[in-house]
C-alpha cells in the first residue's frame, strides 16, 4: 500500500472524520467557510466587476435595489448597488477578500507571538514567566477592540499621511494580530509546564539538546492541538474585530472596503429604505463568523478526550 | 383616605412638572459637526458662528429671513461731510453676562482684535482704515475709500468686553492653524440671549437663557435652555429625530427625508442655502507632492484643469448621491450673491471622451496619482461627492486617493497650505463677490486670501479686488466683479460643484424658518 493514499484512507477511518461526518452542522459550516474561502481567493475570477476599481464605477447605478433594473441606466444587479454604484455581490466578494485575508494573517501573526511567549513563559519560568504573565494579565483587563483601537490609532499617527491608507490593512493586521495573543500564551504556557516535567523531556535534556530545540521540537507538537482550536476560534473573533474597527471607520477605507466597511455604508441607509446595502454584507460577515465558530467548538469538543 | 392623600400628591406633583415645562422649554439641537472654536474672532467657518451668535452679538445681523436686522447697534449712516467714514449708535443698556456694560470702548477693541495677524475674520475689514470712539455709545469707521456696502460685512463680526478680554489673556485671536487653545476659546462672556452653562467638544454644549437679555419684549425668546449635540453619523442624528432624543436637527441626510417628514409629530423645512460645494487645486507651485509626477505639478497645466471640470458628472451627482437636494453649477458663487447670472452658473457637459483627449494633450495620456483632502461632517454628503469625484475622474487616468477626516483636521490643511487638492465649501454672509474675492481668489497676503488654497496668483486680479472696497458707482462696480469673475472663469483654479439645499428637521410644534446661510437663531424659535 503506498503511503500517501494509506494516510487518506487511515484519514477516512479515523475517529476524528467519523465525528465530523455525523455532525451536520459541522458538515454545513465547513462547506459554507470553505465556499467563502474559495469565492474571497478566485475574487478576481467571480466577481462580476471589479469594485476597487474606482473608474469603472457609473454613479448613477446608485441605489439600484436587487434584480430590478436601474432607472436610469437600466443594469441589472443580483444584489443591488450600493451609494456609489458598486455592485454589491462584486464588493462583497472583495470586501470577503480583505475580511479573510486581515483575519488570518492576524490570527497567524497572535499565534507565532502567543505560542513563542508561552513556551518561554512555561518552560523558563521564574521572572520571565512572571513578566509575560502579569503583562498578559494586564492586557486581559482590556477588551481586546479596545487595545486594536489604540494600537491603530497610535500607528496611524506615527504614519506619514499619503502612506496610510495603502498602509491600512497592515496596521489592521498588526493591531488584531497584538489584541488576541493572550489565549495563546496561556494556554501553550500551562501544557508547557507539565509537559516539561514528563520523562521524554527530561531524557531530552539528559542526552543534552538545547532548551530551544527541547522547545520547538519536543514540547511544541504536544502543545499543538489546543492552540488549533484556540486558533479557529480566534479567527471569528478578528473577523469580527475587523469588522468592527472598519465599522467605526477606523479599518479599511472606503475606497477598498471590507465586509466591516459595507456595513458602515449599509448604516446610513438603514431608514431609506435601502435594506440590501445593509443586509446582504452582514449576513455574510454573520455566515462567515458563526461558521468558523462552530467548526471552532466542534474541534474543541473532538479534540478533548475529557469529552468524549 | 391614605391612598387618596397619594393619588393627590402625585396628581399635584405630575400638575406641577406639566407647568414647569410649558414654560422652561429646552430645546434638544443636534447637528453633524461642532463648533470649532468659541473664540469669536478665530475661525470664519459656519457651525462655528451658529454657536457664537447664540452667545455673541454683532452690531447688526441677518435675521431668520436673510434680511439685516440691528443688534449691537441701533442705527448707522454714512457721514454726509465724509463718505469714508460710517457712524455706528450703539444700544444702551446692554450687559455683558458677566453683569459689566457694553460700550464703544469694547466695540472697538473687539474689531481691532477682529483685525489682528491671527484672526480669521480680517478679511471682512481690509477696507477699514480705522475704529474710532467718538463717545460711550457711538463708534465711527474709517475706510480707505467709500465703501457703501461695508455693513454687509459687518454681520458675523461678534463683539466682546474688553476688560474680561485683557483680564484673561485672550486679547489675540486663538491661532487655530497652529493648534494653540486660549481662554476665550473655551469660555464665553457676550452680550447674546444666551449665556455657556457647560461644553465638552464634540460631546455636547449646554446653554441657558440670558436673565438680562437687551431683547426682551422684541423677541419670542422661548426657548429657556439649548442642549447642542454633534452628531456625526447620518443614521444616529435621524434615530435620534425619530425617537424624540432632539427636538431639531439642522441637517436631515437627503435619503432619510421622506422618513422624517412621512412621520407624524415631526416635519421638515426646506430651503435653498447660500453655500456652493466646490473642489480646490494647487495651481500655483511648480512641483507638487501628492502627485506621482516629478518635477512638475499636473494642476498647473489648464488644461488638466479644464478636463477635471469636463470629467465630474454634477448630474449624477445631484441625482444620486444628493437626490435632487442640490442645484449644480459652474462657479463658486450661490445664486443669492450679487455678480451671480444664469450663464456664470450654467454646468459644461460631462464629456469624458474630450476630456480624455485634454489629458493626451497635456502629456498625462497615462494619468497621474494625486490625494484628495475631505472633510466628512461639515457639507451635505461631502465624503460620498469626493468619492463620486474619485471614480469620476478614474474615467480620465486620475487616480486619486481619497483621505476623508473631520473638518477640525480638514480645514488646517487648507489654511496651512498643506493640501493640493481640496473640498471646500463656501456661504457668502455678504451677499457679495468681493468676499469671495477676497477670501478665495486674492493671492494669500498678511490680511487677504487667507482660504485661498489654490496658490493662484494674479496681481492684476488683485488690484481690481482691491479697487471694489472704494468703488461707489454701483454699475461700474459690478462691471468689475464681471470682469473678475470672466478670468476666475477662463483660468479654472476651482472645480464647482452644486450648491446646497437646506433641510431643517424639527418637532411639529418649533415654529423656525429656515435661514438661508444655515444660521438658526433661537431667540427668534416659538413653541406652539
Redesign the interface.
Known amino acids: 500500500m503506498n503511503g500517501e493514499r494509506g494516510a487518506w484512507q487511515r484519514f477516512l477511518a479515523s475517529d476524528f472524520f467519523y465525528d465530523f461526518k455525523r455532525s451536520p452542522v459541522t458538515l454545513v459550516s465547513f462547506v459554507i467557510v470553505v465556499t467563502l474561502i474559495l469565492l474571497a481567493i478566485l475574487a478576481d475570477l467571480v466577481a462580476p466587476t471589479n469594485p476597487f476599481d474606482p473608474a469603472s464605477l457609473n454613479l448613477m447605478n446608485g441605489f439600484t435595489p436587487p434584480m430590478e433594473p436601474n432607472a436610469f441606466t437600466g443594469e441589472t444587479f443580483l444584489f443591488g448597488t450600493d451609494d456609489q454604484g458598486r455592485d454589491l455581490l462584486s464588493a462583497i466578494i472583495y470586501g470577503l477578500r480583505v475580511s479573510l485575508f486581515v483575519g488570518l494573517t492576524a490570527v497567524i501573526l497572535a499565534m507565532v507571538l502567543g505560542v513563542s511567549l508561552g513556551l518561554l513563559a512555561g518552560y523558563r519560568g521564574g521572572w520571565i514567566d512572571s513578566l509575560i504573565m502579569r503583562i498578559a494579565d494586564i492586557q486581559m483587563t482590556f477588551p481586546s477592540i479596545l487595545i486594536a483601537v489604540l494600537i491603530f490609532g497610535v500607528a496611524r499617527g506615527l504614519l506619514p499621511p499619503d502612506l496610510r491608507d495603502e498602509l491600512a490593512i497592515s496596521v489592521l493586521i498588526i493591531a488584531i494580530g497584538l489584541s488576541e495573543w493572550v489565549p495563546f500564551a496561556r494556554t501553550v504556557r500551562g501544557t508547557t509546564m507539565v509537559e516539561k516535567e514528563k520523562e521524554y523531556v527530561q531524557a531530552a535534556r539528559l542526552i543534552g539538546l538545547g532548551s530551544g530545540q527541547i522547545m520547538l521540537r519536543h514540547i511544541l507538537p504536544n502543545v499543538l492541538s489546543p492552540v488549533l482550536v484556540i486558533a479557529t476560534i480566534t479567527l471569528a473573533l478578528a473577523i469580527i474585530a475587523e469588522a468592527t474597527l472598519s465599522f467605526l471607520g477606523v479599518g479599511a477605507p472606503p475606497t477598498e472596503p471590507s465586509l466591516g466597511t459595507l456595513i458602515r455604508i449599509g448604516q446610513d441607509f438603514l431608514f431609506s429604505g435601502e435594506w440590501w446595502i445593509l443586509l446582504f454584507p452582514s449576513v455574510t460577515l454573520l455566515a462567515l463568523a458563526l461558521s468558523v465558530n462552530l467548526l471552532g467548538d466542534w474541534l474543541r469538543d473532538t479534540l478533548n478526550p475529557r469529552l468524549k | 383616605m391614605k391612598s387618596l392623600t397619594t393619588r393627590l400628591a402625585v396628581g399635584i406633583a405630575a400638575a406641577l412638572l406639566v407647568s414647569s415645562m410649558a414654560f422652561a422649554q429646552t430645546l434638544r439641537w443636534a447637528r453633524s459637526g461642532d463648533s470649532l472654536t468659541l473664540d469669536p474672532h478665530a475661525q470664519n467657518e459656519g457651525p462655528t458662528h451658529t454657536l457664537a451668535h447664540q452667545i455673541y452679538e454683532p452690531l447688526l445681523h441677518r435675521d431668520m429671513a436673510g434680511q439685516i436686522t440691528p443688534a449691537l447697534a441701533t442705527s448707522w449712516k454714512a457721514l454726509d461731510d465724509n463718505p469714508n467714514v460710517w457712524r455706528f449708535q450703539l444700544r444702551k443698556g446692554v450687559t455683558f453676562h458677566d453683569g459689566a456694560t457694553m460700550t464703544a470702548d469694547d466695540v472697538v477693541y473687539s474689531f481691532e482684535r477682529a483685525m489682528k495677524p491671527t484672526s480669521a475674520m480680517k478679511e471682512l475689514l481690509t477696507s477699514v482704515k480705522e475704529i474710532r470712539k467718538v463717545d460711550d455709545y457711538t463708534v465711527d469707521f474709517e475706510t480707505n475709500g467709500p465703501n457703501p456696502l461695508l455693513i454687509n460685512n459687518l454681520t458675523n463680526l461678534f463683539v466682546m468686553d474688553s476688560d474680561w478680554a485683557e483680564k484673561n489673556g485672550a486679547s489675540n485671536p486663538q491661532d487655530v492653524a497652529a493648534g494653540e487653545t486660549t481662554f476665550a476659546s473655551q469660555n464665553t462672556n457676550g452680550t447674546g440671549a444666551f449665556m455657556l452653562v457647560s461644553r465638552t467638544p464634540d460631546q455636547k454644549t449646554v446653554l441657558k437663557a440670558n436673565p438680562n437679555y437687551w431683547g426682551k419684549g422684541e423677541f419670542p425668546l422661548q426657548v429657556s435652555e439649548i442642549i447642542y449635540t454633534p452628531i456625526q453619523?447620518?443614521?444616529t442624528r435621524?434615530?435620534a429625530l425619530?425617537s424624540g432624543e432632539v427636538d431639531f436637527i439642522q441637517d436631515v441626510?437627503v435619503?432619510?427625508l421622506?422618513?422624517v417628514s412621512g412621520q407624524s409629530g415631526l416635519k421638515v423645512v426646506t430651503a435653498a442655502q447660500n453655500r456652493v460645494i466646490f473642489f480646490g487645486m494647487n495651481v500655483g507651485d511648480s512641483d507638487i507632492e501628492?502627485d506621482n509626477v516629478s518635477g512638475k505639478n499636473p494642476f498647473a497645466d489648464i488644461r488638466v484643469r479644464k478636463a477635471m471640470n469636463m470629467a465630474i458628472?454634477r448630474d449624477?451627482?445631484k441625482?444620486?448621491?444628493m437626490r435632487e437636494q442640490a442645484s449644480p453649477t459652474n462657479v463658486i458663487m450661490p445664486p443669492f450673491v450679487n455678480g451671480w447670472n444664469q450663464q456664470l452658473d450654467a454646468v459644461p457637459a460631462n464629456d469624458v471622451a474630450t476630456a480624455k483627449k485634454m489629458m493626451q494633450e497635456a502629456g498625462y495620456s497615462d494619468g497621474f496619482s494625486v490625494?484628495l483632502n475631505c472633510p466628512n461632517d461639515r457639507y451635505i454628503n461631502d465624503?460620498?461627492i469626493c468619492?463620486?469625484a474619485?471614480?469620476?475622474l478614474?474615467?480620465i487616468?486620475i487616480k486619486?486617493?481619497?483621505?476623508?477626516k473631520p473638518k477640525a483636521q480638514h480645514f488646517p490643511l487648507i489654511k496651512n497650505k498643506t493640501t493640493d487638492f481640496y473640498m471646500l465649501g463656501w456661504g457668502v454672509p455678504t451677499f457679495d463677490s468681493h468676499y469671495i474675492f477676497n477670501f478665495l481668489v486674492h493671492t494669500t497676503t498678511e490680511n487677504r486670501g487667507s482660504w485661498n488654497g489654490t496658490r493662484y496668483s494674479n496681481p492684476a486680479l488683485d488690484t481690481k479686488i482691491v479697487a471694489l472696497e472704494s468703488e461707489t458707482d454701483l454699475d461700474k462696480r459690478n462691471g468689475i466683479i464681471a470682469d473678475i469673475w470672466r478670468q476666475v472663469q477662463a483660468d479654472q483654479i476651482y472645480l464647482p460643484i452644486h450648491n446646497q439645499v437646506l433641510n431643517w428637521g424639527m418637532k411639529d410644534n418649533v415654529q423656525f424658518d429656515v435661514q438661508p446661510e444655515d444660521q438658526p437663531h433661537f431667540k427668534y424659535l416659538t413653541f406652539n
Open positions: 453619523s447620518a443614521a435621524v434615530a425619530l441626510p435619503q432619510d421622506k422618513r501628492s458628472n449624477a451627482i441625482k444620486v448621491v490625494t465624503e460620498a468619492q463620486a474619485v471614480g469620476m478614474g474615467q487616468g486619486v486617493n481619497l483621505d476623508a
